[in-house]
């Protein structure tokens, strides 16, 4: 070794020298750690194209660190060692594990995979990957829900769903959606189904659909018997957003207004005016020139905000939703205003063998309201509709001449004629006030118990308590109040509260021996019902300032303060147990099986023979794919061909049918004793021994497929059910029986069906992407059976409906064996005469005027069910924006125009008319004849409609700094309807027996606009 020390050095600046040498080698070997420690990996992820994929996730193995991809593909991520693995998933690819090592920049290729096909779905109590379902399940996530501001969480679903129909036939902000699944099923029952959150009996109305992850609906009997007898009408299962370990918050806002979809066409003073100086019609003058509808209207602001809170860790995780909107509705004193909340806990222990989770909901409602048990006073509309046009809001506004023509009244409203029994329409929203509170808590906890991997055991249990409180109140001047009934004021108030308990217990064991894949469920139920109201009324109080907060100090029919009062009160409970149990096997991957059966009772049947009743199903599957003779046809991905057979039941709405319920009669129904008059206590109704469930029999087979690397998938199902034991009232004998008529399981419905879905990804490039979405159902129903040898009718059929006053006692549908559910039922016009009177069609076909029509001249004249749905939904990205479409449309169906039938004609002078009322009838007369129940009222109400259109922009990450994500957005709801009908919605409501009923006293559907913004933080 040559000399260490340079000339002259001395030996003692070799040890300061070598211990600075020294210094800075541990220095650098330092730095070297802890660069490794926070070394940078960058890379970008493209599919099989070599396109980016956006948004694809990157995740360090073991932890929850990691980010997602950018707008190009790219990503930038934290490494600490050379060991670091990232795993790297995106939608519709196999995720791959990639190994770190020295790289610093990696390019990650991802395969297409058939994930579509294990995406997990919901069924009753559990889930299943989607690729192992043997029965008629619909599954739509998030991130498929219908966009932009809805008003529950049933709109979520609108056109998403074959065979799903979701109705809102109103712009009232307090209403909510009306759903039907696959028909009609019952004569008296509830047709809705049943709707589970979070495995929990509830209502849409109480979950923020911001909240709402994923919707599952059980269409089929195999899939809903489980549910035993809740789940004939199907069942909704809601999952709600999950609490994990990664701290989010996320904000999401907007703000909106709405317009009138239609109007009606009505006169305008002027017009009005000029019609009565030519004679045409014979009407007061009130020499003002009012629209009614303007009046009663406004430009409304709506408002709506939801913060999520998620954080905390592996073990222990915490979410926290708070949702709050505020609608106005486009009518004066009607709004909305809703309140949601909801803290879920959950906490895991013993190596996550125990979990626990606990939830707390509460949802808080207020809305005023202008009727009587009711929100908005729909009669307004149709007021506003027919007032005179000349008459000034304000009676110091009324030609002085014809003041003397109104009635006597001191209000400063100004009133029609008294021959006129429609109210100043401004005067009603303004002299009516009432509030109404809704409040809704719901406690629930889960435990699960997992021993083995192959062994879990859960127990549920929910107490949910409801709670309404309303009072309303008219005041002096209220023209109704004062004048019709010769009253100062008018109050009433109620309450109603429901209290649900449930408890649920399951033990679920799965195993794989080999080729066989064998899960068992096995379960208990109980639910506890309590339901109870109270109401009371009263009128002529002593000063206008009093109302349902005194109510006891108004007259009544009395001089004296709170004497005969009307009160009402209930209370009613019941319970419901059960059994259930569920067995999945596969064999070889290829033969699915599944058998499930519930056993419960119901305490509506005490009394009954038949207390307990049992629904059992069954339903196989083949996944033709995975045949060795399908392995060289590379473009099918996915192939499967479902059958199934399920029993569900319908219980009745009230209970104890199968016994003697007895009740107090009036006071005028009483006998002598003891020196006093008192009350009989008599039975209520006759007592059916032989009362039993409605029963439905379902027959499912179904094709679900996915080809060309799952670029198009979708499902085929053809289902035929059967609805036996129907409940009806059937005229009996008096005596033996108390009374005419008994409660009897005698009828029969069906229902035939098919239901398409076929999903499309027409582009999936870097820049530019398109989604498509088609459903399609069809759905025939008949009545089979209406009497039997013991419970006759007079008839095979009944009539339902109400043509409404003036003609009242008219019915507008028929219900007869044989035909169809919703038959219209009227007569059919062929002409008019010359002098304005109808010409109809007789039984035996010949042309009759309307003077010589009989009653048995009347036919059907239309059906107001929808024979054929279509949805239709597109969903497009281009570089950072995104455009959402849904479309849906109903044929082969008609309505009956309430409106038309009673505006729509000449004869009513003193009330202003819809102008068609003015003009001739097919081009010949203006009508001259009464108002008669007939097909020309009666319209095809086909259509087709642009249901929500959704524009937003998403800005890059960290954008703003400190903010994660960022999107605007716009959306017009209800933004087009293409039809031939003539009324201001064709999409209208009805009974489930008088469907296709358009009412003239609505609240017609509205168009939102609405901006919006969504933050994650």
Known sequence: MKNMFSKGAHPSEFGHRQTTMLMLGLFLLVSQCLFAQ?????????????????????????????????????????????????????????AQEINVGSQTFIKVQLKPSSLALEEVVVVGYGSQKKSELTAAISSVKSSDFVRGNVRDAGQLLKGKIAGLSIVNSTGDPTENSSILLRGTNSLQGNNSPLVLIDGIPGDLRTVAPEDVAQIDVLKDGSSAAIYGTRATNGVILVTTRKANSDFSIDYNGYVGTEEFV?????????????????????????????????????????????????????????LLNVNYKKNQGIFKKSDNEALIVRLAVNHSMLNDKLRLNVSVNSNTQNYTTTGDGSSFNRGVYSAALVTNPTLPIYKQD??????????????????????????????????????????????????????????????????????????????????????????????????CETTDQLFEFTAQYSEVFGIH???????????????????????????????????????????????????????TSGNLISFFGRINYILAGKYLATIS????????????????????????????????????????????????????????????????????????????????????????????????????????????????????????????????????????????????????????????????????????????????????????????????????LANDYFYVGDAQPPMSGVPTHRVKVGEPIGQIWGWKVLDITEDGKWIYEDQ???????????????????????????????????KNFDLSITMRGAFGFQNVNFTRLHYENYRDQAMNNLKAGYEKVFGKAVLTDSKQFNSYYVEDGDYWKIDNIVLGYNFKKDFIKGIKGMRLYFSVQNALTITGYKGLDPEVGGSLLTPGTDDRNKYPTTRSYTFGVNLNF
């Open 517 to 571: 894949n064998i899960s068992v469920l096995g379960g208990y139920g109980y639910q506890k019902n309590i339901w109870e109201d109270y109401w009371m009324r009263n009128w002529n109080f002593p000063t206008d300032q009093f109302g349902w907060d005194n109510i006891a100090l108004g007259r009544g029919d009395s001089d004296i303060a709170g004497a005969a009062i009307p009160i009402n009160s209930n209370k």
């Open 844 to 878: 035996n076909g010949n042309a009759v005027e309307s003077k010589d029509v009989k009653i048995e001249d009347r036919k059907v004249i239309g059906n107001g069910l929808p024979k054929h749905y279509l949805g239709w939904n597109n969903d497009f990205r281009y």
């Open 262 to 318: 239609k109007t009606e066409r009505v006169l305008t003073g002027d017009e009005f005016r000029s019609l009565i100086q030519d004679g045409t019609i014979s009407a007061t003058d009130f020499g003002g020139n009012t629209d009614w509808l303007e009046a009663i209207t406004r430009t409304p602001i709506n408002h709506g905000h939801n913060l999520s809170v998620k954080g905390g860790s592996e073990k222990t995780n915490y």
């Open 38 to 94: 926070s070394r940078i990996i960058k890379g970008t992820v493209y599919d099989e194209h070599k396109d980016a994929l956006i948004g694809a996730s990157v995740i360090l193995k073991g932890t929850s660190q990691g980010t997602i991809t950018d707008i190009d593909g790219n990503f930038s991520v934290e490494a600490s060692d050379k060991n670091t693995v990232l795993i790297v998933s995106y939608i519709g690819y196999d």
């Open 597 to 792: 059966v519930r056993h419960e009772a119901d305490s509506k049947f005490v009394g009954s023979d038949q207390v307990w009743g049992t629904f059992p199903a069954v339903s196989l599957a083949w996944r033709i794919n995975e045949e060795n003779f399908m392995k060289n046809i590379k473009w099918i991905n996915s192939l499967k061909l479902r059958a199934g057979y399920g029993v569900t039941g319908i219980a009745p709405s009230n209970p104890y049918l199968a016994t003697y319920r007895l009740g107090y009669t009036s006071n005028n129904d009483t006998f002598y004793y003891n020196g006093q008059w008192v009350n009989k206590l008599t039975p209520q109704s006759n007592p059916n021994p032989e009362f039993t469930w409605e029963k439905k029999k379902e027959f499912n087979v179904g094709l679900d497929f996915s080809i060309l690397k799952d670029r198009i998938s979708g499902s085929v199902d053809a289902y035929y059910r059967k609805t036996v034991d129907l409940l009806y009232n059937y005229p009996v004998p008096v005596p033996p029986n108390v009374y005419g008529t008994t409660l009897a399981n005698v009828g029969t419905i069906s229902n035939k069906g098919l239901e398409i879905l076929l999903n499309g990804v027409v582009f999936n490039k870097k820049d530019f992407g398109w989604n498509t979405t088609l459903t399609y159902s069809t759905n025939k129903n008949k009545l089979d059976k209406l009497n039997n040898s013991k419970y006759q």
């Open 398 to 495: 009324v030609n002085k001449d014809v003041l003397s023509s109104m009635p006597e009244y001191d209000g400063p409203w100004a009133q029609p004629s008294a021959l006129v029994a429609i109210p100043n329409p401004l005067s009603t929203i303004e002299t009516a006030n009432g509030r109404h509170h809704r409040q809704r808590t719901r406690l629930n906890g889960n435990v699960t118990f997992q021993p083995i991997e192959s062994l879990k055991f859960n127990a549920l249990l929910s107490w949910d308590r409801y709670n309404e409180t309303r009072g309303y109140r008219e005041t002096f001047d209220n023209f109704n109040t004062t004048v019709a009934h010769s009253r100062d004021g008018f109050a009433s108030r109620g309450t």
